[in-house]
T-cell receptor
Framework: DSGVTQTPKHLITATGQRVTLRCSPR?????VYWYQQSLDQGLQFLIQYYNGEERAKGNILERFSAQQFPDLHSELNLSSLELGDSALYFC???????????????FGPGTRLTVL | AQSVTQLGSHVSVSEGALVLLRCNYS??????LFWYVQYPNQGLQLLLK??????LVKGINGFEAEFKKSETSFHLTKPSAHMSDAAEYFCAVSGTGNQFYFGTGTSLTVIP
């Protein structure tokens, strides 16, 4: 158990809908990262937040947005969903802002999104 | 820009044999390199990381990796495979901009 929690575990929805994925980082971690894992695209970095502020952006679509709240939990919002958005979405957390350098990123168990 | 290439999407070894998973990186700056393991239906777990302190990095579960700048490689090895090592392994590189790039993964099968 990494200490990172994600809800829900599974999510099934229809095209055009909007969903929210939730992540709670490990106690004491200030950075949260979101990743998308799909068969055709592999594991892709979406976005990073540090202490409530956006820190780095990866291959995140404009239909997707995220935020980190004062209690440090984070939400990833996916809107106007398409079939191709079906994937595993992982959240990770690390202590500092430069988590991609020397800090270890701890991954949650993921949310499996299925768009029908 | 940074990227990693993992050679071999599937690797099979016999139990007790050497495990060698290949990773080559591309980076315009001194890289930080990582190996993660993903067991079925689980998140990723860090095996080891290279942060320029030592070229031979030892990780958990008996894995190690050697950073070779001249070959731009960071291959993962384990002297003796166990059945429990069967999983998906990902190499990743980070650099400027706090971006984190994963390889496409290598699925390791251990044959009893």
């Amino acid at each position: 158990d990494s200490g990172v929690t994600q809800t829900p575990k599974h999510l099934i929805t229809a095209t055009g809908q909007r969903v929210t994925l939730r992540c709670s980082p490990r106690s004491g971690d200030l950075s949260v990262y979101w990743y998308q894992q799909s068969l055709d695209q592999g594991l892709q970095f979406l976005i990073q937040y540090y202490n409530g502020e956006e820190r780095a952006k990866g291959n995140i679509l404009e239909r997707f947005s995220a935020q980190q709240f004062p209690d440090l939990h984070s939400e990833l919002n996916l809107s106007s969903l398409e079939l191709g958005d079906s994937a595993l979405y992982f959240c990770a957390s690390s202590v500092g802002a430069s988590g991609t350098n020397t800090d270890t990123q701890y991954f949650g168990p993921g949310t499996r999104l299925t768009v029908l | 820009a940074q990227s990693v290439t993992q050679l071999g999407s599937h690797v099979s070894v016999s139990e007790g044999a050497l495990v060698l998973l290949r990773c080559n990186y591309s980076s315009s700056v001194p890289p930080y390199l990582f190996w993660y393991v993903q067991y079925p239906n689980q998140g990723l777990q860090l095996l080891l990381k290279y942060t320029s302190a030592a070229t031979l990095v030892k990780g958990i579960n008996g894995f190690e990796a050697e950073f070779k700048k001249s070959e731009t490689s960071f291959h993962l090895t384990k002297p003796s495979a166990h059945m429990s090592d069967a999983a998906e392994y990902f190499c990743a590189v980070s650099g400027t901009g706090n971006q984190f790039y994963f390889g496409t993964g290598t699925s390791l099968t251990v044959i009893p």
